[in-house]
């Protein structure tokens, strides 16, 4: 069964940088699939970040894309997130999830539970 | 960047009919996947390739996709349906990103 875990601080100061992990078990982070971050403001929608191919390619939302970095650590089946220059609006429930399908027609077929990052002082 | 729009409440008895639509510029020529989420819990995929259900999703969800919207059917609902529905595009223009609508609740009443 494959699952997806979130880990890291759950608590950022302002201008600060965000550093969030997925752990992948029951699936290898080297398989050709796409791995992605996607975060959700507390009562508001979805908003994905990007994602990683077991390249290395990556691919990142525009509005998001000068701060977010996405690399993965095939030695220890993780992937990870890094948004830089944070601030209160970046408050989210962070999720990891995995991209299965044809291009373009693939879809999120399975997520982590998520994790809140509160960015405050 | 492409937006998808979709009403910010549904409200249906049980046992009857709740439509979601789902509206973005010439959205018949993408494929939409449609998210059920829950209060505290991670979306769950319902709908892709427009319309098929992945293994598990009961047959009284339903899609369809033409023109400028995409409709999620929930036939025969029942209470454990209410949650927070979204629907989602690739967009393949310059921007190149997944893209989700705004979001729906569906309350039972």
């Known amino acids: 069964q494959v699952q997806l875990q979130e880990s890291g601080p759950r608590l950022v100061k302002p201008s600060e940088t965000l550093s969030l992990t997925c752990t992948v078990s029951?699936?290898?982070?080297?398989?050709?699939?796409?791995w992605n971050w996607i975060r959700q403001p507390p009562g508001r929608g979805l908003e994905w970040i990007g994602y990683?191919?077991?390249?290395?390619?990556?691919n990142y939302n525009p509005s998001l894309k000068s701060r977010v970095t996405i690399s993965a650590d095939t030695s220890k089946n993780q992937f990870s997130l890094i948004l830089t220059s944070v601030t209160p609006a970046d408050t989210a429930v962070y999720f990891c999830?995995?991209?299965?399908?044809?291009?373009?027609?693939?879809?999120?077929?399975?997520w982590g539970r998520g994790t809140l990052v509160t960015v405050s002082s | 960047s492409y937006v998808l729009t979709q009403p910010p409440s549904v409200s249906v008895a049980p046992g009857k009919t709740a439509t979601i639509t789902c509206g973005g510029n010439?959205?018949?020529?993408?494929?939409v996947r449609w998210y059920q989420q829950k209060p505290g819990q991670a979306p769950v995929l319902v709908i892709y390739?427009?319309?098929d259900r992945p293994s598990g999703i009961p047959e009284r969800f339903s899609g369809s996709n033409s023109g400028n919207t995409a409709t999620l059917t929930i036939s025969r609902v029942e209470a454990g349906d209410e949650a927070d529905y979204y629907c989602?595009?690739?967009?393949?223009?310059?921007?190149?990103?997944?893209?989700f609508g705004t979001g729906t609740t569906v309350t039972v009443l």
């Open positions: 999830a995995r991209t299965y399908g044809d291009f373009p027609y693939w879809y999120f077929d399975l």
């Open positions: 029951g699936d290898s982070v080297s398989s050709s699939v796409y």
């Open positions: 990683i191919f077991y390249s290395g390619s990556t």
């Open positions: 010439n959205s018949g020529r993408k494929s």
């Open positions: 390739y427009d319309s």
């Open positions: 989602q595009v690739w967009d393949s223009t310059s921007d190149h990103g997944f893209v």
